[in-house]
């Protein structure tokens, strides 16, 4: 088991890690965080939002399943947004450079961290 700054540095040792925050989406506090390249309070609070906003949707939709993680795909950037199987309400925030990071390599020690992270 890691501590959630155990978890962060390990997501910051991937080639083009930007920043990585852990945050209470009931909340949109964070947990956690490192790194530089976004304001973390801000992106925090915003993509609490895009959480709550891609679950309403899915109630509506009458969809009986869980987010495994949402990709936000910028000209420079990946923002993975992971929520944890751990505990509710809780998700995982990384940032990478797009033009330095493998984003399958990404994805999965994102997956591969929150598996380990204890609260």
């Known amino acids: 088991m ?4 155990q978890t962060l540095d390990d ?5 083009g890690a930007m920043c990585a925050a ?10 956690g965080a490192i790194g530089t390249g976004v304001d973390l ?3 925090a609070a915003g993509n609490t939002e895009v959480v709550r906003a891609k679950n309403k949707t899915m109630r509506a939709l009458g969809l009986n399943d869980v987010i495994e ?3 936000i795909t910028l000209g420079k950037q990946y923002h993975i947004i992971r929520p944890s199987s751990r ?3 809780v ?3 990384f940032v990478l450079d797009k033009a330095r990071a493998n984003l399958a390599m990404a994805r999965r020690k994102v997956l591969d961290v929150d598996k380990e ?3």
């Open 91 to 93: 998700f995982i925030y």
């Open 69 to 71: 993680d949402i990709l």
């Open 2 to 5: 890691a501590t959630i700054k």
């Open 87 to 89: 505990k509710d309400g």
């Open 11 to 15: 997501l910051m040792a991937i080639d």
């Open 41 to 43: 309070e801000v992106a």
């Open 22 to 31: 852990v945050v209470d989406s009931t909340s949109g506090m964070m947990l």
């Open 117 to 119: 992270m204890m609260f």
